[in-house]
């Protein structure tokens, strides 16, 4: 069935550092690869999505990068600072129906 | 311009109770998605609802029941609660099922707990 799965589940760096989260999806069919940001005790905020038909979009120190052929999509945040830190989900969708999540990374960024 | 609201915030409620949750999308999205979120996992797709009609179906059972209504308001109806119930429920709007946008705004949540 339809399945993402993320890793890692919890990634530690020090501020100002870079961070990578990465999502391999099995539905060929899906299009769009939102991620969330989801601070303890609040929702889940989109930061960033990329449709089938784009390889990478930036938006200032976030970044997401698309391989259909492998079916991974990758997170990418630079200059990390301790405001990063939060649970990140990818997510897989097709054509604006329901998200396959991915059971999330813990990201903690040090000062 | 309010974003996606939920209520109520906190429910608790017993084994064997019926409870029912409501969403109101952000200004301009007609299509709401219904989310299960237990602690510490991604949420799970439950249901869909676009132009009152239920479009899509995650894997829940049918105590697991929805509505949307002509203003695009959506409840999220859980009969026979279990135990295993006891989550954040989560709806999220997006501008147009079919549309050039795929983006979905997630609420606040309901979080209920079964005892």
């Known amino acids: 069935g339809e399945n993402v799965e993320q890793h890692p589940s919890t990634l530690s760096v020090q501020e100002g550092d870079s961070a990578v989260i990465k999502c391999t999806y099995s539905?060929?069919?899906?299009?769009?690869f939102p991620w969330y940001k989801q601070e303890l005790g609040k929702r889940p905020q989109l930061i960033i999505d990329?449709?089938?038909?784009?390889g990478e979009k930036k938006d200032q120190r976030i970044a997401v990068t698309l391989n259909k052929t492998a079916k991974h999509f990758s997170l990418h945040i630079t200059e990390t600072q301790p405001e990063d830190s939060a649970v990140y989900f990818c997510a897989a969708s097709m054509a604006g129906g329901k998200l396959i999540f991915g059971q999330g990374t813990e990201l903690s960024v040090k000062p | 311009d309010a974003g996606v609201t939920q209520s109520p915030t906190h429910l608790i409620k017993t084994r064997g109770q019926q409870v029912t949750l409501r969403c109101s999308p952000k200004s301009g999205h007609d299509t709401v998605s219904w989310y299960q979120q237990a602690l510490g996992q991604g949420p799970q797709f439950i249901f869909q609802?676009?132009?009152?009609?239920?479009?899509q179906r995650g894997n829940f059972p049918d105590r697991f029941s929805g509505h949307q209504f002509p203003n695009y308001s959506s409840e999220l109806n859980v009969n026979a609660l279990l135990l295993g119930d006891s989550a954040l429920y989560l709806c999220a709007s997006s501008p147009g099922a079919g549309g050039a946008s795929y983006e979905q705004y997630f609420g606040p949540g309901t979080r209920l707990t079964v005892t």
């Open positions: 609802y676009y132009e009152e009609e239920e479009r």
């Open positions: 539905d060929s069919a899906s299009n769009y």
């Open positions: 990329i449709r089938s038909n784009v």
